[in-house]
């Protein structure tokens, strides 16, 4: 598609039940982030991936995240036992080698924990 | 560590009048930077940036000015128009941070009629 592609749009989970949120970027882009942005905060790294290298996870807030990046495309992020904390919207950019630093960020995914 | 901050929450300016938009970074080794606008329940889209070797970058209505030795930069808005009011969020990144932007908290800019 054009842009970045993030589904679901909006998800309400219970507490202590698992998330997948998916992302689908600009096609030919060879990086992909994950970031967050919870009620009234800024945008918070979460995790980063380029091309067959090792992601740079450091941004994860605990082991009960993952992201998996599967042909180099599609990206899924994984919230195990979701706490009320974990309520925020989820937002995924990816970016080209010909876009310099400039990424494009998708609609995001705004994920309620109750 | 905030590394990127912007300390105004808030802003509020008339259509017409010039909107400045503050943003202060700690790391040295930051060398591009980046404004994103965000309207309310859409992802961020970005709207300019500049090179640590420049001081200056105007795109239409959107002027950044970056003061390296005051790790200070800024956006200019002129005029501001009522479309213009959104969250607006600075970002930076550089060598050490590899590819990913720091951004700071935001700034609500409301541009009344």
């Known amino acids: 598609g054009a842009g970045v592609s993030q589904s679901p749009s909006n998800k309400v989970t219970e507490k202590g039940k698992d998330v997948e949120l998916r992302c689908d970027p600009i096609s030919g882009h060879t990086a992909l982030y994950w970031y967050r942005q919870s009620l009234g905060q800024g945008l918070e790294f979460l995790i980063y991936?380029?091309?067959?290298?090792?992601?740079?996870k450091s941004g994860l807030p605990s082991d009960r995240f993952s992201a998996e990046r599967t042909g180099g495309s599609v990206s899924t992020l994984t919230i195990q036992r979701t706490q009320q904390e974990d309520s925020a919207v989820y937002l995924c950019a990816s970016r080209s080698v010909n876009s310099g630093n400039t990424i494009y960020f998708g609609e995001g995914s705004w994920l309620t924990v109750v | 560590d905030q590394q990127v901050k912007q300390n105004s929450p808030s802003l509020s300016v008339q259509e017409g009048r010039i909107s400045i938009l503050n943003c202060d970074y700690t790391n040295s080794m930051f060398d591009y930077f980046l404004w994103y606008k965000k309207y309310p329940a859409e992802g961020p889209t970005f709207l300019i940036s500049?090179?640590?070797?420049?001081d200056k970058n105007e795109d239409g209505r959107f002027t950044v000015f970056l003061n390296k030795s005051a790790k200070h930069l800024s956006l200019h808005i002129v005029p501001s128009q009522p479309g213009d009011s959104a969250v607006y969020f600075c970002a930076a990144s550089g060598e050490t941070s590899g590819s990913r932007l720091t951004f700071g908290e935001g700034t609500q800019l409301t541009v009344n009629p």
């Open positions: 991936f380029q091309g067959n290298s090792a992601p740079d």
């Open positions: 500049i090179s640590s070797i420049k």
